[in-house]
Nanobody
Framework: QVQLVESGGGLVQAGGSLRLSCAASGRTFSNYAMGWFRQAPGKEREFVAAISRSGSRTNYADSVKGRFTISRDNAKNTVDLQMSNLKPEDTAVYYC????????????????????WGQGTQVTVSS
């Protein structure tokens, strides 16, 4: 398995931007499709964005489309989430997950497809 460590969270005002990064170590990073999920207090962990092994396919939750961008660098073993025009409802702990995949072009939208997960990074958006 890969090991995942997220970074880049923090406190930002509404309308601001943050860039989250997830660094992977261990097994071959390029064998995994990757995803970002988030969990607000008292809520279920929800899908945010996903990217295929090759990076050529991405998917986004409707709530973040046009504001968030997921990308990956297989040479650096990282997957990033660029978040812009942040809203208070984006406040949550953000987790990256890895999904082993035999296909270069598949993305996974369900959290059940991901194992392992990182430890999470807090994003707080003030109004």
């Amino acid at each position: 398995q890969v090991q995942l460590v997220e970074s880049g969270g923090g406190l930002v005002q509404a309308g601001g931007s943050l860039r989250l990064s997830c660094a992977a170590s261990g097994r071959t990073f390029s064998n995994y499709a990757m995803g970002w999920f988030r969990q607000a207090p008292g809520k279920e962990r929800e899908f945010v964005a996903a990217i295929s092994r090759s990076g050529s396919r991405t998917n986004y939750a409707d709530s973040v489309k046009g504001r968030f961008t997921i990308s990956r660098d297989n040479a650096k073993n990282t997957v990033d989430l660029q978040m812009s025009n942040l809203k208070p409802e984006d406040t949550a702990v953000y987790y990256c997950g890895a999904a082993y995949s035999s296909s270069y072009y598949v993305t996974f939208l369900s959290r059940s497809g991901y194992d392992p997960w990182g430890q999470g990074t807090q994003v707080t958006v003030s109004s």
